[in-house]
């Protein structure tokens, strides 16, 4: 194997690397949910591309206030799913949605696309 194969394979797995770290591996901070009037905790989530922001932090014992907004108009996005909590609901584009929540235990509680491929998490402590 001569120094240029053995070169460009080695940039190759690195660019590989770094790119599954990037969407994939890259540590992603929570936003907390808001307390609002009544200790209902709200947080505003934008629907393009994925969500903005994808990881929430809730307090327990409190309910929590998810207030959708889908911004585009691709398929994959036209319904959120919380498989844990059994809940799901359509998103029309450009109409906010409200989907209303109480975990009973502390846990992370994802959540997704109809398809599976925009996900977030939502952290409750």
């Known amino acids: ?3 240029d194969l053995i070169l460009v394979n080695a940039v190759g797995l690195a660019l590989i690397a770094l790119i599954a770290w990037f969407f994939w591996g890259k540590p992603r901070t929570g936003m907390k949910a808001a307390a609002a009037s009544g200790e209902i905790q709200e947080i ?3 629907v393009k591309g994925g969500y903005t922001p994808d990881v929430i932090v809730a307090k327990l014992g409190r ?3 998810l207030r959708f907004t889908r911004r585009e108009s691709s398929a994959c996005s036209e319904k959120v799913v919380f498989p844990d909590l059994g809940l799901a609901a359509d998103l029309p584009e450009g ?3 409200v989907i209303d929540a109480k975990p009973d235990k502390a846990g992370v509680y994802d959540f997704r696309c109809g398809m599976g491929m925009l996900r977030g998490k939502l952290i409750v402590e």
């Open 1 to 3: 194997m001569s120094l």
């Open 44 to 46: 505003s989530i934008a």
């Open 63 to 65: 309910p929590i206030r």
């Open 95 to 97: 109409v906010e949605v």
